[in-house]
């Protein structure tokens, strides 16, 4: 049985997976590989997500038998754009960034899974302070809100 900061970081990605570059959407996140775990620098296919970090809290639940869990999830991305200045890897990650936003923030509760997720921090840059050739990137972490039972 898998846990259930499993399940949240699951639903996490599927959420991320609905950006499909049509309507609000400028990039497609739909295609399978698009959004994976783990960390990587330099991806060979863009656009690319990676949930990579996860800390939590806890604390007692208002409720007896239950803990009320607050956990910080970061979440990276990388993005190609038109031409290897600064301004265009710039933009193309501020699209980037927006579609993240957006489908995190479509659903708060993440199907049911969660009480709350919240966008605590959001940066698009240029790649250069990485030294990523003609990408954009951007720096997501969300707070995610559960409430777990006593002992499950």
Do not use: Q
């Amino acid at each position: 049985m898998a846990s259930e900061l499993r399940d949240v970081l699951a639903a996490i990605k599927t959420a991320l997976e609905t950006a499909n570059g049509s309507g609000v959407y400028t990039h497609n996140l739909s295609d399978g590989d698009r959004v994976v775990y783990g960390a990587e620098v330099d991806p060979a296919r863009v656009p690319r997500v990676n949930i990579f970090d996860v800390a939590w809290s806890a604390s007692h639940g208002a409720r007896l038998g239950y803990f009320e869990r607050v956990s910080n999830v970061s979440i990276i991305g990388y993005v190609g754009a038109a031409d290897d200045s600064n301004g265009a890897r710039l933009l193309a990650a501020a699209d980037l960034l927006n579609d993240i936003c957006r489908s995190l923030e479509s659903d708060r509760t993440l199907g049911g899974e969660v009480r709350d997720i919240i966008v605590a921090s959001a940066r698009a840059f240029d790649g250069a302070e990485w030294d990523l050739e003609r990408l954009g990137a951007v720096e997501v972490v969300v707070t995610v809100n559960w409430s777990m039972r006593t002992g499950s």
